[in-house]
């Protein structure tokens, strides 16, 4: 599905993969295994934001996925789903205080792509609409309480990764 997502597919193919994603994270009916299939779409996109990495093209230990990969199929998520509350914070609220620290170190970055720090900021924007009050609060709160834990690399073919500080 995620491959649907990141490629040059045709439209219809990116929605009904969108929308497969969407279903296996806010299932219409809670089914034997849709914990499971929640936890491991869940995992795949949130890992490469989580885990470091010591090198510039290689994927985590725990995650397929690269960092720039998992961010483009998070913005194709959003954009060919319906705007639920529950999907986007079981989506977004985990990996915020690392989108909003790859948003600070890629500010620093000069040669920065423009699209990836409006994909970001995107991605923030649309967290902090719809986020319930409390959560949101608690979360942008763990980011002042965390410290920076980590910094973003960036190479110039547009690649980033986690490092250890």
């Given amino acids: ?10 439209t219809s193919y990116r929605r009904a993969a969108a929308f497969t994603i969407f279903r296996a994270i806010v299932p219409l009916k809670k089914r034997q295994h849709s914990t499971y299939a929640s936890q491991a779409v869940l995992a795949s996109l949130h890992n490469p934001f989580h885990d470091f990495s ?30 639920s509350p529950p999907f986007l914070s079981k989506l977004l609220s985990p990996i915020i205080s690392s989108l909003y620290l790859l948003s600070y170190d890629l500010n620093k970055f000069k040669t920065a ?14 967290w902090g609409k719809i986020v319930d009050e409390n959560e949101g609060t608690q979360i942008l709160w763990s980011i002042v ?4 834990g980590g910094e ?3 190479n110039l073919e547009g690649q980033f990764w986690k490092s250890k500080p």
């Fill in 1 to 10: 599905m995620f491959k649907l997502l990141v490629t040059e597919s045709r």
């Fill in 54 to 83: 010591d090198a510039q093209y290689q994927s985590s230990e725990n995650s397929f996925l690269e960092a720039r990969s998992a961010l483009l199929s998070l913005t194709i998520l959003l954009s060919n789903t319906e705007p």
């Fill in 113 to 126: 792509d423009p699209q990836l720090k409006e994909s970001i900021t995107g991605l923030l924007l649309s």
């Fill in 145 to 148: 309480d965390g410290g920076k």
């Fill in 152 to 154: 973003w690399k960036f």
